[in-house]
């Protein structure tokens, strides 16, 4: 349990996460200014933020997404979706194989979103947002 917990601290540090961003993906947005990208923050359950919170990595986390916002957000070729901030599908649990891996059916409702461009990030409230997705993960009650 204790090396599960320290990858998953390493894993979701702001540099780490940081850095795989700007190595891979913004290499081939880069190379790729025809093709329109659609990018999105999969709908990992409350319990998996919870655990994120316990570990002290969810200020981390949330700083990263913040970058990602503000940096793909001059991109016009870019669709940033936020699913994780669906708090009727992450925190029924029901809808989880484990702490991350949701059911079939949360993907065909991922793919109703992004044509109706709901969940679309706005960066302008964006910042607000994550604000209250960190209350509702610090107040979510591990079942």
């Keep these: 349990l204790s090396l599960l917990l320290q990858h998953l601290e390493n894993t979701f540090l702001f540099s780490n ?6 190595i891979h993906l913004q290499t081939i947005i880069d190379q790729n200014p025809s093709i329109e990208f659609y990018i999105f923050f999969p709908p990992y359950s409350s319990l998996a933020f919870k655990l994120m919170h316990k570990q002290n990595i969810l200020d981390d986390v949330l700083l990263f997404k913040k970058y990602i916002s503000e940096h ?9 979706y ?13 809808n989880y194989k484990d702490t991350t891996h949701y ?9 109703l979103q992004m044509h109706n461009k ?5 960066p302008d409230l964006y910042e607000k947002q994550l604000k209250i997705f960190q209350q509702k993960i610090i107040h979510f009650p591990i079942p």
Excluded: G
Aim: glycine share 0%.
């Design 17 to 22: 996460l940081k850095r795989n961003f700007d």
């Design 118 to 122: 709901s969940y679309l990030i706005n």
């Design 103 to 111: 059911n079939q059916e949360i993907n065909h409702w991922m793919l």
């Design 82 to 94: 936020d699913f994780q901030l669906a708090s009727d599908i992450t925190q029924n649990l029901d």
């Design 72 to 80: 793909l957000k001059s991109y016009k070729n870019i669709h940033l």
